[in-house]
């Protein structure tokens, strides 16, 4: 079973009851069927990537629906679109319907911004598509997380045109060196480049020299829809020898995720302080990932995905460990909410945004998960969704009144206080 992140596999873990490896439509309406008659709890599961295990764990009794096989991709060349099962690539179902960005965001939106259909198993077990399932079904489950309204079985997606050429480059420099003027300087401009050109910053904690001398280095890892020839004459400086295609980093062990919105840049001062604090934890590292371009041309309320105009980049803080042990555990993600603690004075506020895809349930969860108390959920909804929150509920509750399909975060159903 795919169990990406180690925190959620130790042996006080709960297991599932059963895992039901779909293969079609016709065996999740069976689930579906099976699972309500008995009083179960349904996990879904495509990649398995969710932070928090949602997708593979909870503390009622539960089977998993897992749509590993649903992995077929059909594209049609000259329509220009492709049929994807949720269980393809790294995991469409949660991916996709999490508001899913890649290094093409800043050219073309997110993936929820391309998506043309999708079919889904709701929770009276009907198989439905675009139209069946209405207009608010469909914008409610392009960002605002599949598992609270049914079983996604595939996506229609619009094919983009890129470039036959694509140039990819990795600068690393050390905070010792002129890094943290440089980081200064890309928070004011990353936003702001040409929507071919997407950079961006990972500053982690690395080991110099032969003894434990530690210093914060930073990666400008960059994506241009172009040739290298295009891209230099843009004013970024970077000699064409530091320029490296280098494999991805390895899959992380124990892991906890945090996000934050930035929407005005960040003093020079503070980010001295921040790489200072990222030495102390070790573990913790950073992606800035630079917004404008088509993210802020696409109005807020478009999908439930709110974070659009305004924002200058995206942070995700990923803390990663191999200790095995219940301290190292408890150690590191109090370390993680320390650091959160002091970002508060440069992220968004009120709320502090946070992205949905990466999941973090210190902004609010219900415990257990079979009781959805709305006071909770509101606490989560607001800094994933804003105002598009209360559309998720009223959705919620037109397509799914019985508050079936749940987890710790799910959206709840506007009329109860709590659902047992
Ligand atoms: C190594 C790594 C790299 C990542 N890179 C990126 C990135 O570049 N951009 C980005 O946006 N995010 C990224 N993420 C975050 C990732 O997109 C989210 O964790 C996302 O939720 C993963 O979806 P999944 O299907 O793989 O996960 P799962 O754990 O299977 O599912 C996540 C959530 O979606 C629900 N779900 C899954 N399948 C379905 C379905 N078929 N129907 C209804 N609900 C479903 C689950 O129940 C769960 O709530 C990354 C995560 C990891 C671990």
């Known amino acids: 079973m795919k169990i990406r992140n180690k925190k959620f596999k130790t042996p006080t873990t709960p297991k599932p009851q059963a895992i039901i490896t779909v293969k079609d439509g016709n065996h999740v309406q069976t689930t579906i069927k099976c699972a309500k008659s008995n009083n179960i709890q349904i996990r879904i599961r495509s990649g398995g990537h969710d932070y928090e295990g949602f997708s593979y764990v909870s503390d009622v009794p539960f089977v998993i629906v897992d ?18 099962g949720s269980g393809a690539t790294l995991g469409a179902g949660g991916h996709f319907s999490g ?110 020299g032969q003894g ?3 210093v914060v280095q930073v990666s400008f890892i960059g994506q241009f829809l172009g040739t290298i020839e295009r891209l230099l004459p843009l004013p970024i400086g970077t000699p064409l020898e530091s320029m490296l295609n280098e494999p991805n980093d390895p899959q992380p ?79 590191h993600v109090n370390f993680s909410r320390l650091f959160y603690e002091f970002m508060t004075p440069y992220v968004s506020n009120n709320p502090r945004e946070a992205f949905l895809n990466y999941r973090d349930s210190d902004i609010g969860a219900n415990h257990p998960s079979n ?30 009144p019985e508050n079936f399909f749940r987890h710790e975060q799910s959206i709840p159903i506007r009329s109860c206080k709590s659902q047992i």
Not at 372 to 398: C, D, P
Request: charged share 25%; hydrophobic share 40%; net charge positive.
């Open 371 to 400: 009781v959805t108390k709305i006071e909770i959920a509101r606490t989560y909804g607001n800094k994933y969704f804003k105002e598009n929150f209360e559309r998720l509920v009223s959705v919620k509750t037109k397509v799914d």
């Open 212 to 214: 434990d001398k530690k």
């Open 99 to 208: 508001g899913g960005y890649g290094n093409l965001m800043r050219k073309f939106g997110l993936s929820i911004d391309n998506i043309i259909d999708a079919t889904i198993v709701d929770a009276n077990g009907n198989i439905l598509d675009r139209k069946s399932m209405g207009e608010d079904l469909f914008w409610a489950i392009r960002g605002g997380g599949g598992a609270s309204f049914g079983v996604i079985l595939s996506w229609k997606l619009k094919l983009l045109h890129v470039t036959p050429q694509v140039t990819v480059f990795k600068v690393k420099r050390n905070v010792s060196d002129d890094a943290t003027d440089v980081v200064y300087k890309w928070q004011l401009i990353a936003p702001k480049l040409p929507n071919d050109l997407f950079i961006r910053v990972q500053p982690n904690v690395v080991k110099i």
């Open 253 to 331: 062990n124990y892991f906890k995720g945090k996000s934050d919105y930035v929407k005005k840049p960040i003093p020079k001062e503070a980010i001295e302080s921040i790489w200072k604090l990222m030495i102390v934890g070790e573990t913790l590292y950073m992606q800035w990932n630079p917004y404008g371009g088509r993210m802020g041309e696409i109005a807020p309320s478009e999908t439930p995905f709110p974070h659009r105009a305004g924002n200058l980049f995206l942070i995700q803080y990923l803390n990663n460990w191999i200790e095995d042990s219940p301290e190292a555990i408890e150690r």
């Open 67 to 84: 749509t590993l096989h649903l992995n077929s991709v059909d594209v049609n060349l000259q329509e220009e679109t492709a049929w994807v």
